[in-house]
């Protein structure tokens, strides 16, 4: 995947007086547009182009740095200015900078005001100074979690003045019984460094509070990828490398974002990524004795089964809203170009769902467990009006609300944070080894949503029944769980996460520009 662009802010600054801040010596700092522009002939030098590690070219007299990559800006004990950034040493990594200079004969009252100026310009709507409670795993993926966090991560973090508290956890569900007795007073925002499974470990054990409306609305959920997949920062912060994914965080907006009620038996739990079953949920699942390999697995398994045509003949009931591919990308295209998703809209029913009642709380009742179930539960007789189908031969069936499940697999291209509605694609398993290696080529590309052999609709609401088989995979959040009938809801907004501009990194289904609404 591509690295995502930088955050929109407030509007770019024009070059005025108020803007530049001079400095002895003949240097000067300006706020021009997006940039911080250093005039600095001394420091310049460092930012010359090189070939093969060679400095070319005459030496510049000024270099810039992109305000998105502003950290902090004050002036210090001793009295100097101190800007820090975050500066790109390469195309993976971020290292944190500073410079530093004496204010000669600035007055501090003049500085104070250009660094405000500056951290405003920087920051947009982003919260400065939050308070983060981070969880890092050290044995995500292929291990460490660690390392990553103490010389990628926490530098960033610290410099961006973050306020931290550092858990190293132990075992697996560990992070439910945090976040299910976590002081959401203290903390703006739960940051796990990890794979996807710890993000789901933090919304469950929020889920599972007496307040959990209010702790699933109050504190935002971020992430750092360390594991295998990294869907949750592959689709927020537009990246699945640590350092550019700290950078996202500390820059990062609210956004309310969608969460799913998971029933199957008499377990209810919340899914934020996707469910599985067939061939994706066997790649996933059914290979972590390979771990070691990081996002490699997913491939090494798919090539173990896709000659097999192996099928999952199952019954599959949906609460269907959007059936049609041209109707999807019109709805895709009203939602990114007329929502703004750092607005939350839960009580506003999805324009094609007609659904009867709100899916998450309002303000009064905020303070309440999760929201009723409007469907029932996997027991509960299916409703008269969802689509009930059998299918002998299904050959994968994945439900996401997220675009990317990992970097290079764009699965849901249609998927919008708080739009209310689920993406769900299927097909069938017996197809030749030929077209399936087609349809999962166009997973990389983007394009698996025109494929032919695959059904892609929105839905609110599903209900799927396996048969004719004892055992099997299913997958919810990348988390294994027992091989028998499940149900899925939607509730709009009911989470909150960090993103980096209030809406998913990816690009969406080709062609939606020119859809017609």
Same mark, same amino acid.
């Given at each position: ?159 961006? %003045?973050?306020?931290?508290?550092? =858990? ?7 992070? @439910?019984? /945090?976040? !299910? +007795?976590? #002081? *959401? ?119 173990? %089964?896709?000659?097999?045509?192996? =099928? ?7 609460? @269907?809203? /959007?059936? !049609? +591919?041209? #109707? *999807? ?141 004892? #055992? ?46």
């Amino acid at each position: 995947m591509a690295e995502a662009i930088p955050a929109a802010g407030v509007p770019a600054s024009e070059p005025t007086l108020d803007n530049v801040l001079v400095l002895a010596k003949g240097v000067s700092l300006a706020l021009i547009g997006d940039t911080l522009v250093v005039k600095d002939r001394s420091r310049a030098k460092h930012h010359r182009k090189k070939l093969c590690g060679v400095a070319v070219g005459s030496s510049p007299t000024e270099f810039s740095i992109p305000l998105y990559n502003i950290l902090w800006a004050e002036i210090d004990g001793a009295g100097h200015l101190v800007i820090d950034y975050a500066l790109a040493v390469s195309k993976k990594h971020l290292r944190v900078t500073k410079i530093t200079y004496a204010l000669g004969e600035l007055p501090p009252d003049v500085v104070n005001a250009w660094t405000g100026a500056l951290l405003t310009q920087a920051y947009g709507t982003a919260q400065r100074n939050k308070r983060a409670k981070v969880l890092v795993n050290p044995h995500a993926g292929p291990g460490g979690a660690d390392k990553i966090w103490e010389h990628e991560v926490r530098p960033l973090f610290e410099a961006a %003045r973050m306020s931290l508290d550092v =858990v190293r956890t132990k075992f697996s569900g560990e992070a @439910v019984g /945090i976040c !299910e +007795k976590l #002081d *959401i007073d203290a903390y703006d925002v739960v940051i796990p460094c990890s794979g996807d499974g710890l993000p789901y470990e933090c919304i469950n054990g929020l889920g599972k509070r007496l307040d959990a409306r209010k702790a699933l609305r109050q504190v935002a959920v971020g992430h750092i990828p360390c594991g295998s997949g990294n869907a949750m920062s592959c689709n927020l912060n537009g990246t699945h490398r640590p350092s550019f994914a700290a950078l996202a965080i500390v820059k990062g907006v609210r956004t309310p974002m969608d969460l799913m009620s998971v029933t199957q038996g008499d377990k209810r739990m919340l899914s934020f990524l996707s469910q599985s079953v067939g061939i994706i949920a066997e790649c996933d699942l059914g290979t972590e004795n390979l771990r070691w390999l990081g996002a490699a697995r997913f491939n090494v398994g798919l090539m173990q %089964r896709i000659f097999s045509k192996k =099928v999952y003949p199952c019954d599959i009931s949906m609460k @269907v809203a /959007i059936p !049609e +591919k041209a #109707d *999807i990308k019109a709805h895709y295209k009203r939602e990114r170009t007329e929502c703004d998703y750092t607005t939350r809209r839960e009580k506003d029913a999805a324009r094609e769902a007609s659904l009867a009642g709100d899916s998450t709380s309002s303000d009064a009742d905020s303070g309440e467990g999760l929201p009723p179930l409007r469907f029932g539960t996997v027991h509960d007789k299916i409703p008269d009006d969802w689509e009930t189908a059998s299918y002998d031969k299904l050959g994968n069936f994945y439900c996401g609300n997220m675009a990317w499940m990992a970097p290079d697999a764009n699965f849901f291209t249609a998927a919008c944070p708080n739009d209310g509605l689920m993406d769900v694609v299927f097909n069938d398993g017996d197809i030749s080894a030929a077209k399936y290696l087609e349809l999962l080529t166009s997973v990389e590309s983007g394009r698996l949503f025109d494929n032919p052999h695959v059904s892609y609709r929105k839905v609110a609401a599903y209900r799927l029944t396996p048969r004719n088989q004892k #055992d099997g995979y299913i997958s919810i959040d990348g988390e294994h769980v027992p091989f028998e009938p499940f149900q899925v809801e939607v509730h709009q907004g009911l989470g909150t996460v960090l993103s980096k501009r209030g809406k998913y990194e990816a690009a969406g289904p080709a062609g939606w520009e020119n859809a017609d609404t």
